[in-house]
């Protein structure tokens, strides 16, 4: 069950965290791995990890804001049967201390990062008449989070796009769904702790797990695998859903 052999799969921000772990477990699944990062050297980091497992993998630096660049890429990797759009930022600000260059860039990565990717993958797809696209959308689409204005907005754009696309092209054979994960334990979270909480680190980091009902953050892992279902031809009858994978923070955090 959920094999990708012979599948070709592009993973935005693949060098690390969800990326990563989406793109190791697909390789392993038997899926030819395409990463499109900004940062070439991590996503060549991920090539290498799967490369040594036996898998197939391969890298390519764009700027996902970038259309052109976005389409050139696609180009050179030709045909494809999976899209998971992941490559995003975040953001900490309310609508009233979030600059008007900050909420620009959350918006270029985000929402028109992941349109430039629907943009240049759809056409190919629907000439296969076949393939699935993996949107990442966030909690923060539906719940309330504070201090998240602009991710919020980004992540509430990825939600509402994944509706739209998976009824345009429904017809076409292809199946349009995302993912919702609250909070997960990436680079990017120890990372920003350590930025803005330096000395507090393990306190933040226990108090940011317990946000979730269940006592902990997310895995990359746990992620990657509701990832792999979704693309999987198990899951082909399933379109045009978001799913949370959030510790019950949705549902149950009262």
Same mark, same amino acid.
């Given at each position: ?6 599948? /070709? ?6 060098? /690390? ?10 390789? %392993? ?17 991920? *090539?290498?990890?799967?490369?040594? =497992? ?38 900490i600000g309310k609508a009233d201390t979030t600059s008007e260059e900050d909420f620009t860039k959350v918006f270029n990565v985000n929402v028109k990062g992941a349109y430039n990717c629907l943009y240049a ?33 980004? %992540? ?8 739209? *696309? ?39 980091? =226990? %108090? ?24 999987? =031809? =198990? ?20």
């Amino acid at each position: 069950m959920f094999s990708l052999k012979g599948k /070709s799969a592009i993973i935005t921000g693949g060098g /690390s965290g969800i990326g990563k772990a989406i793109s190791v477990l697909f390789a %392993k699944q038997g899926a030819k791995v395409h990463i499109i990062e900004l940062n070439a050297d991590a996503a060549q980091q991920t *090539v290498t990890e799967i490369e040594a =497992e036996g898998g197939a993998a391969t890298a390519y630096g764009c700027d996902v804001s970038n259309q052109e660049a976005v389409v050139n890429t696609f180009n050179q990797i030709g045909e494809i049967d999976i899209l998971v759009n992941n490559a995003g930022i975040a953001h900490i600000g309310k609508a009233d201390t979030t600059s008007e260059e900050d909420f620009t860039k959350v918006f270029n990565v985000n929402v028109k990062g992941a349109y430039n990717c629907l943009y240049a993958a759809i056409p190919a797809l629907k000439k296969s008449r076949s393939g699935v696209i993996l949107n990442m959308a966030s909690i923060a689409a539906v719940v309330g989070i504070t201090d998240r204005f602009a991710y919020s907005m980004s %992540k509430g754009a990825i939600f509402a796009m994944t509706l739209s *696309v998976a009824r345009d092209y429904m017809a076409d054979g292809i199946r349009c769904n995302s993912i919702s994960p609250a909070r997960v334990h990436t680079p990017f979270v120890d990372g920003f702790i350590a930025k803005n909480y330096a000395g507090q680190e393990a306190e933040v980091f =226990e %108090k940011l797990s317990k946000s979730q009902p269940v006592g902990r953050m997310g895995k990359p892992e746990e992620v990657a695998s509701l990832a792999l279902y979704l693309c999987s =031809e =198990e899951a082909g009858f399933i379109t045009g859903n978001d799913y949370p994978l959030d510790g019950g923070f949705i549902k149950l955090n009262n």
